[in-house]
């Protein structure tokens, strides 16, 4: 398995511009997980989505961000318009969630996007 | 906001067992403890979990006390490869990881 694959690993742009940060899961895995990680505020959980359905986005900062699922097996994170304070590393996960227990099991991470807003 | 505790910082000889401990004195009857390791430029890698039972795997070990009011994360001989920054993680069964500073573990030839 590739396990989870995020793009691009690195994006710099210009305040004002929008931004589009791409995942694809784990094959299976039915549960999906954007973070976003600074030195200042550690590795926060932006939003999660189960079988496709966003499920929890009180993590997200403010209405510049977006999150779509539109199926299984790829979802965006979109800023507009970025802002420099938005310049993180950004995470997605994947995990299998079993609707039974209502649980999910561990989470697995991308190798994270790099975004520098300047 | 994170309910555990972990020391910031942490050397150990390579080949030597590395004990890192967390304090989880608030932790809920149905809250799990998880360690989560996150090695520089990579993204986190789930270690372990546990309930209230020891546990081992492949990576660690987990001892949880009879109180469930701390763990410690047991890696029996590190390598300068298990170099990362530790989360100890309290979740209840379907909640959120809230990943708190962690502790670096810095591995010594």
């Known amino acids: 398995d590739a396990g989870v694959i995020q793009s691009p690993r690195h994006e710099v742009t210009e305040m004002g511009q929008e931004v589009t940060l791409r995942c694809k899961p784990i094959?299976?895995?039915?549960?999906l997980f954007w973070y976003r990680q600074t030195m200042m505020r550690g590795l926060e959980l932006l939003i999660y989505?189960?079988?496709?359905?966003?499920?929890?986005d009180s993590g997200m900062p403010e209405d510049r961000f977006s999150a779509k699922m539109p199926n299984a097996s790829f979802s965006t994170l979109k800023i507009q318009p970025s802002e420099p304070r938005d310049s993180a590393v950004y995470f997605c996960a994947s995990s299998l969630y079993e609707l039974g227990t209502g649980d999910s099991y561990e989470q697995y991470f991308g190798p994270g996007t790099r975004l520098t807003v300047t | 906001d994170a309910k555990t505790t972990q020391p910031t910082s942490m050397d150990c000889a390579e080949g030597r067992a590395a004990n890192l401990p967390c304090n989880h004195s608030t932790i809920s009857g149905n809250e799990y403890v998880y360690w989560y390791r996150q090695i520089h430029s990579q993204g986190p890698q789930y270690i372990i979990h546990?309930?209230?039972n020891n546990e081992t795997n492949e990576m660690a070990s987990l001892i949880i006390t009879e109180d469930r009011k701390s763990s410690t994360l047991i890696l029996p001989h590190a390598t300068l490869r298990d170099t990362a920054v530790y989360y100890c993680?309290?979740?209840?069964?379907?909640?959120?990881?809230?990943f708190g500073q962690g502790t670096e573990l810095s591995v010594k030839p």
């Open positions: 546990g309930l209230k």
């Open positions: 993680i309290v979740r209840p069964r379907g909640g959120k990881l809230i």
């Open positions: 989505f189960n079988n496709n359905v966003p499920i929890d």
């Open positions: 094959s299976g895995h039915n549960s």
